[in-house]
């Protein structure tokens, strides 16, 4: 019987499990880095499966990680699981079923191969909704000694490679001086102007920005009154871009656009970065073209759409940089109905969902299988991700 086959018959046997983590998981939605419920969940069923497990500390307290160690000793490959959920809309990004299927193919894997495993790991990842818990981790150590990490995420398509934008938040903070606005206008400096003019500059550059790159603002601030000239003005900007090089070109570009509006008002202009900059997803093709192998013979079909559209995103952007990554997306819903809205938190918990939840956790565990046991896929593995951090 090949992996495929066994994988199969594994997550069938295991798919009870699988469902009633995901759905209890699903029914205690927590925000990012508060996830003490789904974590205690993955540490005791994995623990009860044999796993050595590990907790985080401090802001990473609902990170994990769960161990099984086979007679061999390499290769380590993580299983990334997420949690989070997002304010006010549950597990509409279905977080829910990344950490289910994480918990059945790590299970699956450790009862096939057992001692022919190398190190196999579950690394519970907090905080993706916005909080870069990977980051974190990574600062931290978790990933030292990885060979490959892969997870899977539900979606409105199945596709296995994709890429991911790099992406930045900043706040443009402008200063003016107030003034009566309609008996001595002359005697104020108008924030709120500095604010419109960096929104109409950013928009006149948008035509040359590097493809895919994406810019997109809100105003956070824009006066008291109308009739006080604004002495204070702000907005609060993403800016990404499907390399670093690009990244780096369009922040460059929006950070002049900022100076110039603040000249060309008189104000004074302070800037604030967030210090979390996600870089962008390199996923790791040698590795997915093994996992779109698999789903493929368990009858998902492929999307199609091209790796640079449809995309976000994630903290897991930085984690590729590092170690080499997989992220593919399996199909819950209809095209039509995306993620982080109401209809596709009910797609992941859907006969259909959950369904098609099983078939990525079998490719899952596939894949990892022969990450063990294929001599000649790791170091294919490692070679491209090698050859991606030459070319950079
Ligand atoms: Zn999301
Ligand atoms: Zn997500």
């Known amino acids: 019987m090949s992996y495929l086959q066994q994988s199969k018959k594994e997550i069938a046997s295991l798919a009870p499990a699988i469902t009633a983590i995901s759905r209890r998981i699903f029914e205690n939605p927590e925000l990012n880095f508060k996830e003490q419920f789904a974590a205690s969940q993955l540490v005791a069923a994995l623990k009860a499966e044999g796993f050595k497990t590990r907790c985080g500390k401090g802001k990473l307290s609902t990170a994990f990680e769960a161990t099984w160690s086979g007679s061999r000793k390499n290769p380590t ?90 992406v930045m938040e900043l706040e443009f903070k402008y200063y003016g001086k107030a003034s009566h606005a309609a008996a001595h206008p002359e005697l104020g400096i108008n924030a709120l102007d500095a604010v419109i003019t960096l929104f109409n500059s950013v928009n006149a550059m948008r035509q040359q920005t590097p493809n895919f790159s994406r810019v997109h603002g809100v105003i956070t601030h824009g006066g008291d009154a109308p009739n006080i000239i604004p002495e204070f003005a702000s907005a609060r900007f993403f800016v990404r871009g499907i390399t670093m090089k690009d990244f780096h070109a369009v922040l460059g570009k929006v950070t002049d656009c900022a100076k110039a509006a603040a000249k060309a008002t008189g104000c004074t202009l302070k800037i604030v970065k967030n210090r979390m900059n996600y870089e962008p997803f390199e996923p790791n093709r040698t590795m997915g073209q093994r996992f779109a192998g698999h789903i493929a013979l368990l009858g998902a079909k492929d999307s199609g759409i091209p790796e640079n559209e449809d995309i976000g995103s994630s903290d897991i952007g930085n984690l590729s940089q590092v170690v080499p990554s997989l992220h593919p997306e399996f199909a819950v819903s209809e095209p039509h109905i995306v993620n982080h809205s109401r209809e596709f938190l009910k797609a992941v918990v859907s006969p259909k969902g959950e369904a098609a939840m099983m078939r990525a956790a079998t490719a899952l565990t596939a894949t990892v299988c022969d990450l063990f046991t294929d001599a000649s896929f790791v170091p294919a593995v490692r070679k491209e991700f090698e050859k991606f951090k030459k070319g950079k």
């Open 77 to 166: 490959i993580a299983i990334l699981a997420e949690y989070d959920a997002l304010p006010n809309i549950g597990h509409a990004c279905g977080h829910n079923m990344i950490a289910a299927a994480a918990f059945g193919a790590a299970v699956a894997v450790k009862r096939m191969l057992g001692e022919k495993c190398g190190t196999l790991k579950v690394i519970g990842t907090p905080g993706e909704e916005g909080g870069g818990g990977k980051l974190y981790m990574i600062g931290d150590g978790w990933f030292k000694g990885v060979d490959a990490a892969i997870m899977v995420h539900p979606a409105n398509h199945n596709r296995t490679i994709a890429r991911m934008l790099a």
